[in-house]
């Protein structure tokens, strides 16, 4: 398998200026912290998707998305959005946010620090080449959901926001992880609480057709709005009055 490489091209250009999708005094709010979970009051579940692999299940996430009038928030990787930029359209046209999640989804740890900014830069320029335009966020969120402090910095020094989640379905593990439509669902909903942050999947990994969990996201929405969540967008609920600080939780990493 060929690892994807960011362009060389990117290593000097200027640090992007963040999308209008969030306020900059709600952005400063989220600087130097995981956001694992959002402090709000109210009832709400924002839903998140990465891609990194290929587009697989993505009509079908879209179509559910739909039906139900259910906002979410993207995070593709640059090599995803180069190489499917009409999936990065359609969410876009679809009204849902696109965040930032690597150009080619390395380990940061293993990366200088130029290595990580080329990686950062790279995706945003890949998004926004592939048509991104004001669905485009300053959100970032780390490839297998690996952080630092130091590394949280950087990400906020170029003018993102990382944003994690409180639960991942595992929907990506596939069968073969000991995974079903059934175990995704009900991960998704033991994680319920006032402005939890779910993570889901769009794609298949190398080798599968399997995608949990698009087959598992109509389940979850009809049971999150059953147990009297509204689904929000992640956008508003980063900035809105009801939602001033964010909680850092440790919830168990994915590595994806």
């Known amino acids: 398998m060929v690892v994807p490489r960011p362009p060389a091209a990117i290593a000097g250009t200027a640090a992007p200026r963040p999308a209008a999708a969030a306020d900059q005094a709600g952005l400063r709010a989220l600087f130097g912290s995981e956001n694992r979970v959002i402090r709000t009051r109210e009832p709400v579940v924002a839903v998140t998707f990465n891609a990194a692999w290929n587009d697989a299940g993505l009509n079908r996430v879209l179509g559910e998305l739909a039906r139900r009038h259910a906002p979410a928030t993207f995070f593709l990787t640059g090599d995803f959005a180069h190489r499917y930029p009409e999936a990065v359209r359609r969410i876009a046209t679809a009204g849902h946010g696109l965040g930032n999640h690597s150009y080619s989804h390395p380990y940061f740890k293993d990366l200088t620090a130029a290595g990580r900014r080329r990686e950062v830069l790279a995706a945003d320029r890949a998004l926004r080449a592939a048509g991104a335009g004001g669905a485009l966020t300053p959100f970032f969120r780390f490839p297998y959901s690996e952080t630092s402090p130091a590394q949280i910095r950087e990400a906020n020094g170029l003018g993102f926001a990382d944003i994690e989640f409180t639960t991942d379905t595992n929907g990506w593990k596939g069968t073969e992880g000991g995974m079903t439509v059934d175990r995704a669902v009900r991960r998704a909903l033991q994680a319920l609480r006032p402005g939890a942050v779910l993570q889901m999947h769009v794609g298949a990994?190398?080798?599968?057709?399997?995608?949990?969990?698009?087959?598992?996201?109509?389940?979850i929405l009809d049971a999150i709005t059953a147990r009297g969540y509204r689904v929000v967008d992640l956008r508003?609920?980063?900035?809105?009055?009801?939602a001033p600080g964010k909680v850092v939780d440790k919830a168990p990493k994915c590595n994806r």
């Open 236 to 242: 508003s609920l980063l900035t809105s009055p009801s």
């Open 205 to 219: 990994s190398e080798g599968r057709t399997e995608v949990i969990d698009a087959e598992a996201l109509p389940r």
